[in-house]
């Protein structure tokens, strides 16, 4: 087939459902082969038909793991084998005020949505330096740059990763691999749908766009940086968050 990523391989975490699910797609679409990554196995499974009729002869492959745990991270980055672009996606978004967090909850936020990047990095970048290309993108949030009520453990599980991002991109830039991160607002996925919509509602206020993003258009973010066309961009964190409202 002879899409714009065909030839290319592509690993998505958290591929599952939400944001990572529509990058999977529009990458299969592309032409890349899809590397779908998540825990449940049935919607894995269901993920890997969909990217399979989603592009003219694409194909794709569904590897569990839970990033919680640093030796099933390691196991899912060997089990991917040499990528050429890796999608930083799968996180936790959990609330609550600081004397209400515990530190289980601060440590499942750190593994999962810094660690496990940091992971994936250390042993799929120097595979991409290797081979002289690259890209990677990591999922934020706006809690990583702004106070967001409730969004401490989140929020700085986030700034960490934002900051990994600019440090992958120093370290690996010289030999083709560029990183990036896409800072999204609130988006309408199944994760955020356990918060009930009134919750949904309330945060798209914040943005100047007044709704929450479809996951399809942060998907479209994640692919311009992969692409070509992004040839001369890394180490930027990429706001796709429906505007900023003014001050007063
Ligand atoms: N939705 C938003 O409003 C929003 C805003 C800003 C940033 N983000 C970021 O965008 C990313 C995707 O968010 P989303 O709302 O699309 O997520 P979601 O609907 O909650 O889906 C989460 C995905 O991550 C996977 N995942 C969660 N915990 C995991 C673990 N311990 N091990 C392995 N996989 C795990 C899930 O896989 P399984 O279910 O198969 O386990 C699923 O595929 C996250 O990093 C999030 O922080 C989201």
Not at 136 to 155: E, F, H, K, Q
Not at 177 to 197: F, L
């Amino acid at each position: 087939m002879s899409g714009e990523l065909s030839g290319a391989t592509a690993l998505v975490t958290g591929a599952t459902a939400g944001i990572g699910r529509a990058v999977a797609l529009r990458l299969g679409t592309l032409g890349a082969e899809v590397v779908v990554h998540g825990r449940d196995a049935r919607r894995g499974a269901d993920v890997v038909r969909e990217v399979s009729v989603a592009g003219d002869g694409a194909t794709a492959r569904f590897v569990a793991a839970d990033l919680a745990e640093a030796d099933d991270v390691r196991r899912l980055a060997a089990e991917a084998g040499d990528v050429d672009i890796l999608v930083n996606n799968a996180g936790v978004y959990r609330f609550a005020d600081t004397a209400g967090t515990s530190s289980e909850m601060f440590d499942v936020h750190m593994a999962i949505n810094a660690r496990a990047p940091l992971l994936l990095v250390g042993r799929l970048a120097p595979g991409m330096a290797a081979r002289g290309h690259g890209a990677i993108v990591n999922l934020s949030t706006i809690a990583a740059g702004a106070p967001a009520r409730n969004a401490g453990a989140y929020g700085a599980s986030k700034a960490a990763l934002e900051l990994l991002t600019r440090v992958w991109a120093d370290e690996f830039g010289g030999r083709g691999v560029r990183v990036n991160a896409v800072r999204s607002g609130p988006v309408r996925t199944p994760g955020t749908s356990e918060m009930g919509e009134e919750a949904l509602r309330t945060v798209s206020r914040a943005t100047v766009l007044d709704r929450p993003a479809v996951p399809e258009e942060i998907a479209e973010a994640v692919l311009f940086l992969v692409s070509s066309r992004a040839s001369y961009i890394t180490g930027a964190i990429l706001e796709a968050r429906g505007g900023q409202l003014a001050l007063g």
